[in-house]
């Protein structure tokens, strides 16, 4: 059983600034892209920023220059720092994780439970 679980989400004004962890734990032989997504109100969820094992990320364009993903190997973390905030930006934010369970298995995508973000005055 995997266990994705994400902290830090929360109220922030517009300009401001606010840190996402999500940590991975449970039956884990090999994590691949982590990555977080967020879902607004009437809208579709969307990737906002992904991550290899290797380091190499890609972001959405309208967080490129603000977020800046990053990742603990070691510990089964990602993280998300978010920058310069904007009202658009308020939604749920979920964290993502492609992995094997065991060598044998296939990769499956696991999600967290998502955490609020919200930006308003």
């Known amino acids: 059983q995997v266990q994705l679980v994400e902290s830090g989400g929360g109220l922030v004004q517009p300009g401001g600034s606010l840190g996402l962890s999500c940590a991975a734990s449970g039956s884990i032989f090999a994590i691949h892209a982590m990555g977080w997504y967020r879902q607004a109100p009437g809208k579709q969820r969307e990737l906002v920023a992904s991550i290899t094992h290797s380091l190499s990320t890609n972001y959405a364009d309208s967080v490129k220059g603000r977020f800046t993903i990053s990742r603990d190997n070691t510990n089964n973390m990602v993280y998300l720092q978010m920058n310069t905030l904007k009202p658009e930006d308020t939604a749920v934010y979920y964290c993502?994780?492609?992995?094997?369970?065991?060598?044998?298995?296939?990769?499956?995508?696991?999600w967290g439970q998502g955490t609020q973000v919200t930006v308003a005055s």
């Open positions: 993502n994780a492609v992995l094997q369970t065991s060598y044998f298995s296939r990769e499956y995508d696991y």
